[in-house]
């Protein structure tokens, strides 16, 4: 299983980005799906999480501002980030696992927000 995720970029604070994370498999396969971040110096962070019941979960810093959505259709998630702040900037990763299955990541796009 592979997963490629795309979308990052520059974009000055109060803009908008729309990340992608394509998978090789059908995703229906894997109950949950979540996007990570890595800001320089600190710890990965679970930002956002989507069940295939379309059940989701928010970090609390980025409540009201992302939105994380999937199609299982076309095996790819996406997560919204509106709103951007310089303090989002990081490398964002999207994980995709199930009850019983491997868990499986994605390589990575930076998102770098300016002030």
């Known amino acids: 299983v592979q997963l490629q995720a795309s979308g990052g970029g520059l974009v000055q604070a109060g803009g908008s980005l729309r990340l992608a994370c394509v998978a090789s498999?059908?995703?229906?396969?894997?109950?949950?799906m979540d996007w990570y971040r890595q800001a320089p110096g600190k710890q990965r962070e679970l930002v956002a999480t989507?069940?295939?019941?379309?059940?989701?979960s928010y970090a609390d810093s980025v409540k009201g501002r992302f939105t994380i959505s999937r199609d299982n259709n076309k095996n790819t998630g996406y997560l919204q980030m509106n709103n951007l702040e310089p303090e989002d900037t990081a490398v964002y990763y999207c994980?995709?696992?199930?009850?019983?299955?491997?868990?499986?990541w994605g390589q990575g796009t930076l998102v770098t927000v300016s002030s």
């Open positions: 498999v059908n995703i229906f396969r894997f109950h949950y």
């Open positions: 994980k995709v696992r199930g009850m019983g299955r491997p868990t499986y």
């Open positions: 989507i069940t295939n019941d379309g059940s989701t």
